[in-house]
């Protein structure tokens, strides 16, 4: 007997399809996997559910594998919806989706480039769209959009402007589309009365409409649509408000008014709440003329209907729409949600009233306004927290987003409201948002993971999500083959792996791996995606372990690869960034030497040190700094041009950033510690930068710089160029007055080997010594400078001490002076104290 795989939704025995086991190139079903699953065994059910799982890419995939997989996905049932938000929709793809789409009723796309495609679909009977980035939307694509589909009963363009549509791409849909129940569109700019009067002729059956921040709406026409229920109008301009409380309070179907974000005045809102027949709910939020009229305390109380306001209670306000053991409820939506007996009218105006809601909250947390601190900490986080949990994907998806954006609270330096992330917190949003992320829909999962982002960027937040799972679901998204979901997902492991608590949980969780094989995945045109990654495997490498788990995984080669082809600059720095932090290890594992080794790597880090942006600058510097620690990089990193292109950042840095500053003297720092390239510094003029760098009232940067001075002050002619330059001052500044012991001891290092005798008498010294008529004593000036060194020397003990250690140079002695000033930091210094004390009291004690 041959199983028979039956549709979910299956109504006639016409929608059953038949297949037969003994079919040689049935394949899938008849034979068992590797995994040990015998397909034969499973319901047909089961197997039609676990396609509809698949985005429309993999089950097209899918079903060219075999015969049973192709019967299968080609299933009317399965493409019933289409989301293709994430996805390039285009006249190629839609022609190849065509034969499966005949059944196809329901479809979500990104209308910038697009719109055109999806006549191609030949979805005869599709019944819904929605798209949004509309600015691209013209009139004639709609037409010919409404032309094809004539079964269309939801149009829903939005939440940007419709800047390309006007009235004649109405009529059109007026004119088609006669079945057409919902019309939502925003940011139109006209809206005629022959508009207006032809939806009201053809399309009896509209009830809802939304012409939300157009431009003009003639609001006589308007009243025109007598089979409207729900009306919105939010956020347009011009509107004649006399005349439209005179006309659309007599509309007889309208139960639900959105005005909201309008200059509606209170005599307006009065004249609707008495006059309208049936009115129950009127929004009014963010109406700044109504709200400076009315006082919260004499709240306007209409028989029949309720004013929603930010002034009022959302919540009882609301719940005054049901029975009166609602009263007392926390979150009346998850009230209703929960309710067996529902009244069918009033379940129209709930699903309407979150629809709104889902709007409205979205636009206020994108303006983010200062005024409305107070409403999202007292009622609007509870809000968008129960439209999480709303049966509708659309506006679970919105309040998501309006989560993700309403913490933010300064976009460009990543910062977070931290009241109103630990509200979501309190109010069990990360589970909500968690229970999100693993939805099978995507663009759930996408807006569920950017708010989960978003609310990690807060450290109590963060460890609210590590703790709830929350840090191995993004790891999992960040494999999605969707590429906003996997994007969205790395941006919350960067944020995640900020701090040291997590990174150990993410490497754990896999997202390493996932991390590395975004790179591998994504074209480098995916600049939003890539800066993420490398952003999170910036951060992870800073710790140890996971930077041999990030070198192990291919990060090396795949952060090198960005680094040498992409050009997008905030991927160009975090993967500076990221190879830094990996080559900051070099005691401790291979990873300095493992990039010095992959081809293009230091020549990239070496012209991304040229790059415009400053901060591609100083992560590059950065870069070239650490590997310079590694004896072959060090070389080869002056093959590759880094001193020329490190002394031309240093030159340029007077101005720059202290990153900056301290990253390009360090840089040099690090190469001068060979003698071919401190010579090479100091003759293409990398000495008086250094200086300027050394003058700096920064510690980090005045202490790299002293650095890389004392290194090129070992060869007599940077010596030379120091004196004349003018470093003796500042560095007897540095040896005097600085708060870093380190800096004071580099600073009087580099004093001691300019005066220790290879330089003597008179030199000329300015910008340009070659024909100075300045000139300089040097044994006068190199007294005062090693005065200055004794002085640093002796305050760290007994001067009686010192000079008996100088007098005799016993080696018991000596190792106690040495001991009592040592710095920890400067083990790695190539010249250690025992040399420096015994070079310094040898030229104290027999030359002074």
């Given amino acids: 007997m041959s199983p028979r795989v039956k549709r979910k939704c299956s109504h006639s025995k016409e929608e059953e399809t038949n297949i037969s086991s003994e079919t040689p190139d049935s394949g899938c079903l008849n034979q ?55 996805h390039k929709f285009d006249t190629a793809a839609a022609v190849s989706l065509s034969s499966r789409c005949k059944s196809l009723q329901r479809l979500q796309f990104h209308a910038a480039g697009s719109a055109d495609a999806l006549v191609s679909l030949q979805a005869r009977e599709l019944r819904e769209i929605s798209g949004d980035f509309c600015r691209d939307i013209t009139d004639a694509a709609l037409s010919v959009i409404a032309a094809r589909h004539e079964m ?50 053809h399309c009896r059956q509209l009830l809802d409409v939304g012409f939300v921040e157009s431009e003009n709406i003639d609001e006589v026409a308007l009243g025109n649509l007598t089979s409207v229920k729900f009306l919105s109008v939010a956020g347009t301009r011009n509107l004649k408000w006399a005349s439209a409380a005179q006309v659309w309070s007599r509309l007889p179907h309208l139960v639900g008014l959105d005005i909201s974000r309008t200059d509606v005045n209170l005599s307006v809102v009065t004249r609707f709440l008495s006059s309208s027949r049936n009115l129950k709910v009127l929004f009014a939020l963010n109406c700044p003329v109504f709200e400076a009229e009315v006082d919260s305390n004499t709240m306007l109380k209409q028989k029949g209907g309720i004013l929603l306001t930010f002034l009022s209670d959302i919540f009882k306000g609301v719940a005054s729409l049901l029975a009166d053991n609602s009263k007392n409820v926390n979150d009346v939506f998850q009230y209703w949600r929960k309710l067996k007996n529902k009244d069918k009218s009033l379940d129209e105006i709930f699903v309407w009233v979150e629809w709104v809601f889902s709007h409205l909250l979205l636009r206020i947390a994108e303006n983010n306004l200062k005024e409305f601190d107070g409403f999202w900490l007292t009622q609007g986080a509870a809000v968008l927290l129960s439209l999480l949990q709303s049966s509708q994907e659309e506006v679970q998806e919105r309040a998501a987003t309006a989560v993700a954006t309403f913490v933010v609270i300064d976009d460009e330096n990543a910062t977070v409201d931290s009241q109103r992330a630990e509200a979501i917190m309190r109010g069990d949003g990360i589970r909500l948002l968690l229970n999100l992320a693993r939805s099978s829909q995507e663009g759930l999962q996408s807006e569920a993971a950017k708010a989960i982002a978003n609310l990690s960027i807060d450290s109590k937040v963060a460890k609210a999500v590590a703790e709830s799972g929350g840090i191995t679901i993004l790891a999992n998204l960040a494999k999605s083959m969707n590429r906003l979901v996997a994007e969205e997902a790395a941006g919350g492991l960067w944020n995640l792996s900020v701090g040291d608590e997590h990174k150990g949980a993410i490497a754990e969780a896999g997202g390493i791996k996932a991390l590395v094989d975004l790179i591998f995945k994504w074209p480098t045109s995916t600049d939003g995606l890539l800066e993420r990654a490398t952003g999170a495997l910036a951060n992870l490498g800073a710790d140890e372990k996971c930077s041999m788990e ?57 012209q991304l040190t040229y790059s415009q942006n400053e901060g591609v600058r100083q992560e590059a510097a950065g870069a070239l700094w650490n590997l310079s620690f590694d004896d072959k990089n060090r070389e080869a990193i002056a093959a590759a041009g880094g001193v020329e292109a490190l002394v031309a950042l240093a030159q340029s840095s007077s101005n720059a950033s202290q990153g900056l500053q301290e990253r390009a003297a360090g840089a040099l720092w690090g190469l001068s510690v060979s003698e071919t390239n401190s010579i090479a510094i100091g003759r293409q003029g990398g000495i008086s930068p250094l200086i300027e760098l050394a003058r700096s009232d920064i510690e980090d940067v005045h202490e790299t710089a002293a650095g890389a001075l004392w290194n090129l002050a070992f060869y007599r002619d940077n010596a030379l160029r120091i004196i004349q330059d003018g470093g003796v001052q500042p560095l007897v500044h540095l040896c005097s007055t600085s708060m870093s012991k380190m800096a004071r001891f580099m600073a009087a290092l580099a004093l001691v080997y300019m005066y220790d005798g290879r330089i003597d008498g008179a030199v000329p010294v300015g910008p340009s010594s070659q024909g100075s008529s300045k000139t300089l004593n040097v044994d006068g000036v190199g007294r005062m400078a090693l005065k200055h060194v004794e002085e640093f020397v002796i305050s760290f003990f007994d001067p009686q001490t010192f000079y008996t250690a100088a007098a005799s140079l016993a080696p018991t002695a000596f190792a106690q002076i040495s001991e009592a000033i040592r710095i920890p930091e400067a083990g790695h210094l190539r010249c250690r104290f025992f040399f420096f004390f015994f070079f310094f009291l040898f030229i104290f004690i027999f030359k002074m």
């Fill in 550 to 606: 990030v070198a192990m995984a291919g990060g090396v080669h795949a952060l090198v690869m960005l680094a040498r082809t992409c050009k997008f600059e905030g991927v160009q720095e975090q993967a500076a960034r990221a190879l830094a932090n990996l080559a900051a290890h070099g005691d401790s594992n291979s990873n300095n030497a493992a990039i010095g080794q992959e081809a293009g790597a230091l020549e990239a880090l070496v």
């Fill in 152 to 201: 269309l009963e939801s149009v829903h363009l939005g939440p940007d402007a419709c800047e390309k549509i006007s009235s004649d791409a109405i009529r059109a849909l007026a004119y088609c589309c006669p079945n057409l129940r919902r019309l939502w569109m925003s940011g139109v700019r006209e809206v005629s009365g022959d508009a207006l009067n032809a939806l009201a002729k």
């Fill in 32 to 86: 068992a996997t590797d995994y040990g699953v015998d397909w034969t065994t499973l319901p047909d059910d089961t197997v039609i559910q676990l396609f509809s799982y698949l985005n429309y890419r993999d089950r097209a995939s899918l079903t060219s594998t075999c015969r049973t997989f192709r019967l299968i996905g080609s299933l009317p049932c399965l493409w019933g919806t289409l989301d293709l938000r994430s």
